[in-house]
Every structure is written in structure tokens, then in C-alpha cells.
């Protein structure tokens, strides 16, 4: 088994992050190796697991450079199982030269996952907010994506600017196997009309592309959850800040439905 699972969608703030960091950590609680490459610039994704943005001096902008190789900059996590490649700043800088390096700049990040491919029964990338380079060189490695659809105003804007681009690099054959795993509704809120209306216009028009529960079928939904936007703060994935929490079960939920699907 070996997968490379990108979380996309261009609209910023929908749960991309907590996503990557929450699946990567319960498909890393089920014992799959699992490594988690943070490749927004923000680095989000390594500041909530702890790493502060100064304390890793390589990190995936170096192995895009070409100055390190991807198993150089592996860190270990507090997670068993779970490593990272995390991310800084300068990652800002990178969109020039990937535009400036014309042949195969869509697959350099592909290139250098296949490196560790060894290592990892899943790679799971956090992308930027934007469909620039960064985004579609996310796409062009991953077997699946899945997209985070946060269940709020405007929440399919922009859904299918994304569903065509990854047309577009299926068609064009940057990745023609690409699939879209699933789209997952996130900060659900029962309580809140605005989520359900969103919620029943997600499962009207794309209830096959939904993630459902192993054992009932019923839909896999990420609830809001405070826990869930402290846990960051912590450093920790919600995994290890509340376990029992809503939002840490509905991402075990998810990482055994992909176990399954795998
Ligand atoms: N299910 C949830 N319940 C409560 N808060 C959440 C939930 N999911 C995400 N959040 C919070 O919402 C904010 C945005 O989430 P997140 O950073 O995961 O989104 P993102 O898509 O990665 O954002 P960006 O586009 O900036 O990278 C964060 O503060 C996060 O802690
Ligand atoms: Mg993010």
C-alpha cells in the first residue's frame, strides 16, 4: 500500500490544515506509516504540531531547491508512526522559479515523494489556499485528493475551478490516474440552517463523492469543534488533546473509511 492523498480546495480557511493534520494522525494511530508534508507557506500544519517556525532549518523549500534531499528533512513527530516535512515563509518565494523552470515543473514535488515512497504507506499533503503552482504540483503527486467543504456561505465557490483543474491535469496527462477521493464537509454546525441548506446541496449533487461510515453508512461530516481549533495551540493533533472528542472521531471515522477504500 502506498497512497499520496492531497488536501485541496483554493477558498482559504475551510479546514485544509486540520484535515491533513488530523487524518495523517488517526491513520497514524491505526499503525500506517505516515508522512505529512506541510506545503503552504503559512506553515500551519507544523506550527499546530508543535515545531515553531525557526527551530527545523530545512525544510521542503530546500528539497524543492534542490539544496536537500526530502529524507533530510524528515522530522519525527510526537505521533508514533507519523513524520513531517514541514514548511516556512520562503516557500513564498518558490512560485517564481517553478514558473521560470518551464519542462516538468508540475512534477518536482511528485519526483522527490518517490524518493521515501519506501518509507510511507501514506504521504498526505496540506496545499496553499490558491491554485498556483504549489497546488497543482500537490495534485500532479497524489493518487486522490480529498477536498474540505466548510458548511458556510459560499462554501461550492470556486468547487469547480478546482474539479477542472484536476480534469485538466488528468486530460493533459500530468496525472491521469488522479481521483477524487471525497468531498468532506467541515465546521458543521446541526444547530445552524446555513449547514444543513449547505450540507443538502453538497449531498444533492455529489452524494457518490461523499465519505460514508464503515459500519452504518451514515455520512462522515466534521462537526465545529472547539477542540478541534484549540488543539493546534497545543501542538498537538486532537488525537492526542482530547481523543473522545467529536471532531477527533469524526477524522478516526475518516481515516478508517480510507483505510478500507485503500
Ligand atoms: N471542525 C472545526 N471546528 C472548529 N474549528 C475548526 C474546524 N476546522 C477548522 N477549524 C478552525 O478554522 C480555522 C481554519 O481552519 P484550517 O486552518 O484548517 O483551514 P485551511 O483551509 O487550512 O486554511 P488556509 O486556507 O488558511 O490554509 C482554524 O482556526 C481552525 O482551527
Ligand atoms: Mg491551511
Known amino acids: 500500500m502506498f497512497e499520496v492523498i492531497t488536501i485541496a480546495n483554493q477558498k482559504g480557511g475551510v479546514g485544509k490544515t486540520t484535515t491533513a493534520v ?41 528539497v524543492l531547491m534542490g539544496s536537500k534531499k526530502i529524507s533530510e528533512v524528515i522530522q519525527k513527530t510526537d505521533i508514533p508512526f507519523m513524520d513531517l516535512v514541514s514548511s516556512d515563509i520562503g516557500l513564498v518565494g518558490i512560485e517564481k ?16 515523494i518517490a524518493e521515501v515512497a519506501d518509507s510511507y504507506d501514506f504521504v498526505i499533503i496540506d496545499s496553499p489556499p490558491a491554485l498556483g503552482p504549489l497546488t497543482v504540483n500537490a495534485l500532479a503527486a497524489a493518487h486522490s485528493v480529498i477536498i474540505p467543504i466548510q458548511c458556510e456561505y459560499y462554501a461550492l465557490q470556486g468547487l469547480a475551478q478546482l474539479l477542472n483543474t484536476i480534469q485538466m491535469l488528468k486530460e493533459n496527462g500530468i496525472n491521469s490516474s488522479l481521483e477524487v477521493r471525497g468531498l468532506l464537509p467541515t465546521m458543521y454546525s446541526a444547530q445552524n440552517n ?20 464503515i459500519d452504518d453508512d451514515s455520512y462522515i461530516i466534521i462537526p465545529r469543534n472547539v477542540k478541534l481549533a484549540e488543539s493546534p495551540s497545543f501542538g498537538k493533533p486532537i488525537l492526542l488533546y482530547d481523543a473522545k472528542s467529536s471532531g477527533s472521531v469524526a477524522y478516526q471515522d475518516l481515516a478508517q473509511t480510507i483505510l478500507q477504500g485503500a
Open 97 to 112: 522559479s517553478f514558473y521560470a523552470n518551464k519542462s516538468g515543473r508540475e512534477l518536482i514535488l511528485k519526483k522527490k
Open 194 to 213: 446555513l449547514s444543513k441548506q449547505v450540507f443538502a446541496d453538497l449531498s444533492a449533487h455529489f452524494d457518490s463523492k461523499l465519505f460514508k461510515n
Open 22 to 62: 488530523n487524518l495523517a494522525a488517526s491513520l497514524a494511530a491505526a499503525e500506517k506509516r505516515v508522512l505529512l508534508i506541510d506545503f503552504d507557506a503559512q506553515a500551519n500544519a507544523t506550527t499546530s504540531l508543535g515545531f515553531r517556525r525557526n527551530d527545523i532549518e530545512f525544510n521542503i523549500y530546500h
